[in-house]
């Protein structure tokens, strides 16, 4: 496996966990979710992919979306945290940290990041 | 920002193409969201990219950030005809799924063949239990040089044709028959269920 490709399947299965944890502190539209996303990681590599995920997550009932109107010249479609949803984000949080933390162990353990100039 | 004439229209066209393409294999309620969604976060855009003095380059550039319309599409193909395909497991989505992959990639292409010939033999075979009550001595198993390949029928039977096999043909092509259709259904599960794993995003 290619360098590229595994680092396009770590972004791949990060962006469920990513988009839960950018709607967890309230409803956001999805511009919105996208801009927080870009903000803080560089998983959005095309902005209009998003927008499925973003569908995925609703019809497997871990977001709830609603378009409002009149908040700005066009209607936003906002999306917020379903309980389900906390209960999943709460999974895949302690999921991910358990995970790391292995690696991270791992990673130790092989010499550290430098272990490849040796 | 507020676009001209050109910017509206080339924004039009961008939504024009999305909605060509998704409409291919999501429902209209859908494609309809989907394409009301995509064209509220252009509009925002554009809006926030205030008075840029070169309309076209800003234009272009919120497209790019955006992506292709097609690879947009891809994305909700993905995420929705194969999700549903695998979520229920139901023939026609799942035949809506693999067609989708077969004309949008070669390995989709090949594995789209596979699954059709499969599909085909478990159909045929079974259709040759059916023929077999009706025409008994039309249906059989096949036998080239002494050697069995496989269930067939023929009308009339031409002169060299060797089907052997009475009555308890029937269980035994219907048996093979569905086992064959189960099996090519499972198999186009997984896959799908394969390709789902390395969505498109």
């Known amino acids: ?118 | 920002m507020q676009l001209t004439e050109t910017g509206e229209s080339r924004v039009n066209g961008y939504l024009f193409v999305l909605e060509r393409s998704l409409k291919t294999f999501l429902p209209s309620d859908v494609v309809r969201d989907a394409v009301r969604e995509i064209e509220s976060h252009l509009r925002e855009r554009i809006a926030a990219a205030g008075g840029a003095p070169n309309e076209r380059e800003v234009l272009e550039r919120i497209l790019a950030e955006l992506g292709p319309p097609l690879r947009v599409a891809q994305a909700y193909s993905a995420e929705r005809t194969i999700d549903e395909a695998v979520t229920t497991g139901r023939f026609v989505p799942m035949v809506r799924a693999v067609w989708h992959l077969a004309v949008s990639t070669l390995v989709g292409f090949f594995v789209a063949l596979g699954l059709l010939i499969g599909y085909l033999l478990g159909i045929g075979s079974a259709g040759v239990a059916v023929i077999k009550v009706f025409f008994p001595e039309n249906a059989g198993i096949q036998f080239v040089h002494g050697v069995p390949v496989g269930f067939a029928a023929q009308f009339p039977v031409s002169p060299g044709t060797d089907l052997r096999g009475g009555y308890w043909v029937i269980p035994l092509a219907l048996a093979f028959g569905l086992a064959v259709l189960v099996v090519t259904q499972r198999c186009a599960r997984k896959y799908l269920a394969w390709w789902r794993g390395r969505r498109v995003s």
Not at chain 1, 50 to 66: C, K, N, V
């Open chain 1, 1 to 118: 496996m290619s360098h590229e490709t595994w680092q396009e399947q770590l972004r791949r299965g990060s962006l469920d966990l990513a988009i839960l944890l950018t709607v967890s502190s309230g409803p956001r539209y999805g511009l919105a979710i996208i801009q927080h996303l870009e903000a803080f990681t560089d998983l959005v590599v095309a902005e209009g992919t998003i927008y499925p995920i973003l569908g995925r997550l609703t019809r497997e009932g871990l977001l709830d979306a609603q378009w409002v109107e009149g908040e700005a010249p066009h209607a936003r479609k906002y999306y917020r945290l379903t309980k389900l949803g906390a209960k999943r984000l709460d999974h895949m949080t302690r999921e991910w940290r358990a995970f790391a933390e292995k690696i991270t162990r791992l990673i130790d353990a092989a010499g550290g990041h430098d272990h490849a100039a040796h």
